[in-house]
């Protein structure tokens, strides 16, 4: 498939996992990407994968400094852009009454401002027949025990696309939301090991956790003209987990 044939994206958090694997999809069906990631390791390895039509800059999306400099090597390089797949998110666990704020501050800094100044940013450069994708979550409607920052900013994450869907009336720009279940990336396989991951494939009809390449399977249709009639959707890819 050739959907992108010569489209420019920008995908954050993109060195590994979901965004990775959408870095690839966008790549394999004809864009040029600009991945946008804070460790240079990960990056360097990214590059090397994914071959002459990615682009990597370090940085953080918490960091607006780091934003700057990301949309102006796509200004430089390409002139305008096509695709904004605001991928980086953060989370971790921690039950209601051990809640600090600094939790909340991390959690909320990338999720949701980070978020917000990927997308703002970006505007500038793109036009007509544009296409934002957020990374939300089955968290955000389903809630998810000991994930209460995580799963409010997911939920702040869905709102965001309704909100921005009005605010770009007139624009030809879309923004909808990509809400995966439990995916079996990397980081995702070391953390719960054997058992939870079959703890987490249990809970969804399909009874498997996600390959990160069914995720940006969906990304790719959200970033192409086959999704030219959708704005503020969210479309869930998380097995039925959040559907029953």
């Not at 505007?123 to 544009?130: A, E, S, T």
């Not at 704005?231 to 998380?238: I, N």
């Amino acid at each position: 498939m050739t959907r992108l044939n010569g489209k420019t994206a920008v995908i954050t958090g993109g060195a590994t996992g979901i965004g990775l694997a959408a870095a690839k999809r966008f790549i394999d069906e004809g864009a040029v990407v600009f991945i946008f990631g804070r460790r240079q390791d990960a990056l360097d390895a990214a590059m090397a994968d994914l071959g002459p039509n990615a682009r990597v800059v370090k940085g953080s999306v918490s960091a607006e400094a780091d934003l700057d400099r990301l949309y102006a090597a796509v200004k430089a390089e390409r002139g305008t852009l096509d695709i904004v797949f605001a991928n980086a998110g953060t989370g971790g666990p921690l039950q209601l009454g051990q809640i600090t704020a600094q939790h909340i501050n991390e959690t909320f800094d990338t999720n949701v401002k980070g978020t917000i100044f990927t997308v703002q940013k970006a505007l500038p450069l793109m036009g007509q027949g544009g296409s934002i994708i957020l990374t939300g979550s089955s968290a955000g409607t389903t809630g998810a025990p000991a994930f209460s920052a995580y799963s409010a900013s997911k939920a702040a994450v869905r709102n965001l696309a309704r909100t921005w869907a009005e605010d770009l009336k007139g624009t030809g720009i879309r923004v909808n939301v990509l809400s995966p279940g439990a995916t079996a990336t990397e980081l995702a396989k070391e953390a719960l090991g054997v058992e939870g991951q079959k703890v987490f494939a249990a809970m969804t009809p399909l009874q498997r956790m996600a390959d990160p390449a069914e995720i940006a399977a969906v990304a790719a249709f959200l970033a192409s003209d086959d999704s030219s009639f959708m704005t503020a959707s969210e479309v869930a890819v998380d097995g039925g987990l959040a559907q029953l």
